[in-house]
């Protein structure tokens, strides 16, 4: 009798302490499940989240990210607040530091370090991949629909797209990166590009294999249509985008 009701006390005990946790993971519109070799960076490049916002959605990992586990679920999004999101993100390439992307960006010094307190003092500590936060949803203006992504450009110069018509240097079209490229199912369908306030309509004509190097939603854009969307985009190579289909 009393080991029935020992256990019955200890089953109850456990499913008490258990809701808070299971109501936590309830509360999460989107998750990520950690696989081997995962890190920080690497989801942040899967997924799109900000490392902001990864560590405010998931205070169990360490300032380091050095605790994740295998078959771990992460939380990424909530279906409530905006629980620290951003309007718009960076995603870190090779030979990025702070001064760079704060010039490709707009932003400044001390807006890029509020939003990701990650970054330490000296910018020493940035990784390919990482996504960072530019602008917060602090009921402001009204977040950019849509996905981020890095976009680049490249110089057609004639040649046949991989959705099978010419393209030229000056036509508005974009590359899709292998992540979004679907087979060519979106050949021919319009999207709209956001950069800093200037905004752009684009077809799809063309697969960018390189793209998905520079983490997701990744782009290329046909010269005159990178001219069109960033004035510098010369000296600025690839810059962080807004875009969704038309």
Request: charged residues 10%.
């Amino acid at each position: 009798m009393f080991s029935k009701a020992l256990s019955a006390l200890l089953v109850t005990a456990v499913a008490v302490s258990a809701s808070p946790a299971l109501q936590g993971r309830q509360s999460c519109s989107q998750t990520y499940t950690v696989v081997s070799g995962d890190s920080c960076s690497a989801i942040e490049a899967k997924t799109g989240v900000s490392d902001s916002q990864l560590h405010a959605l998931n205070p169990s990992i360490n300032s380091g990210c050095t605790n994740l586990g295998i078959g771990q679920v992460l939380c990424l999004s909530t279906g409530g607040s905006s629980g620290g999101g951003c309007a718009s993100t960076y995603t870190v390439v090779s030979g990025d530091t702070c001064a760079a992307i704060e010039a490709k960006t707009g932003v400044s010094d001390s807006q890029l370090h509020a939003a990701n307190p990650s970054i330490n003092s000296g910018c020493t500590n940035l990784q390919i991949g990482q996504v960072l936060c530019l602008t917060g949803n602090s009921g402001g203006n009204p977040p950019p629909s849509g996905v981020s992504g890095i976009a680049s450009y490249y110089f057609p110069d004639g040649g046949i797209g991989a959705c099978g018509n010419a393209l030229q240097n000056s036509d508005f079209i974009v590359a899709l990166g292998t992540d979004t490229w679907a087979g060519g199912a979106h050949c021919g369908q319009t999207i709209d590009v956001q950069y800093q306030g200037t905004s752009i309509q684009v077809t799809v004509q063309d697969l960018c294999e390189g793209c998905a190097a520079r983490g997701a939603n990744g782009l290329d854009l046909a010269q005159g249509a990178m001219a069109a969307l960033d004035s510098n985009y010369v000296n600025d190579g690839v810059i962080p985008v807004v875009w969704s289909f038309a």
